[in-house]
């Protein structure tokens, strides 16, 4: 079944600089890579997503690249802003098309 | 998401007490979710629904049970037999169309507590 990895588990980046974070998935025929973002008790919300058909999404100062010979993709995050703040969720589909969720990324911004 | 509801937002459980968590959406999707969140972790599924009156168990559904009478609706019901309960609960639904992995869209939580 699919296995997804989520690195690094805590992150803490300088406001203003980048942030990257990265998941690596098992299931080879795996089409469709989730990021959501969860604030502290509330719902994850998805803030980007990438389909096998593509190498690369943006969307302003979030970016999502997936690599599938090596089977990973990565959240980049430009110009962090205190408002980046939160725990970031990587998911990919198993064989049945539910999702399977990384561990998470708690992203700190320090002022 | 204000299309998917759930309540309570906070429940208390006593030993031995089954305990319904609510899940209602109106954006017409055709399959929910349930998840089960504990603290510095990953969501893991308990069950799934991709149609009215059918569905399937997650990793985690022992100690679990859910029932889906109505597109609308998908509750989901803490038995006894679940000895830890304490987590966050997350509701989530999509519009169903499985070969094209929909985004889901997530309630605000429940958040369950053993008294």
């Known amino acids: 079944g699919e296995n997804v990895e989520q690195h690094p588990s805590t992150l803490s980046v300088q406001e203003g600089d980048s942030a990257v974070i990265k998941c690596t998935y098992s299931?080879?025929?795996?089409?469709?890579f989730p990021w959501y973002k969860q604030e502290l008790g509330k719902r994850p919300q998805l803030i980007i997503d990438?389909?096998?058909n593509v190498g690369e999404k943006k969307d302003q100062r979030i970016a999502v690249t997936l690599n599938k010979t090596a089977k990973h993709f990565s959240l980049h995050i430009t110009e962090t802003q205190p408002e980046d703040s939160a725990v970031y969720f990587c998911a990919a589909p198993d064989s049945n098309y539910q999702l399977i969720w990384g561990a998470g990324t708690k992203l700190i911004i320090k002022p | 998401d204000g299309g998917i509801t759930q309540s309570p937002k906070y429940l208390f459980r006593k030993e031995g007490q089954n305990v319904t968590l609510s899940c209602e959406q109106n954006l017409n999707h055709d399959a929910m979710y349930w998840y089960r969140q504990d603290p510095g972790q990953g969501l893991r599924l308990i069950y799934y629904?991709?149609?009215?009156?059918?569905?399937q168990k997650g990793d985690i559904a022992e100690g679990y049970s859910v029932s889906r009478e109505k597109k609308e609706s998908f509750p989901l019901t803490v038995t006894s037999a679940q000895k830890n309960p304490t987590a966050f609960y997350l509701c989530?639904?999509?519009?169903?169309?499985?070969?094209?992995?929909?985004?889901?869209?997530f309630g605000d939580g429940t958040r369950l507590s053993i008294l």
């Open positions: 989530a639904s999509t519009m169903g169309d499985r070969g094209l992995n929909q985004p889901q869209h």
């Open positions: 629904s991709q149609i009215v009156n059918d569905f």
């Open positions: 990438i389909r096998s």
């Open positions: 299931d080879s025929a795996s089409n469709y």
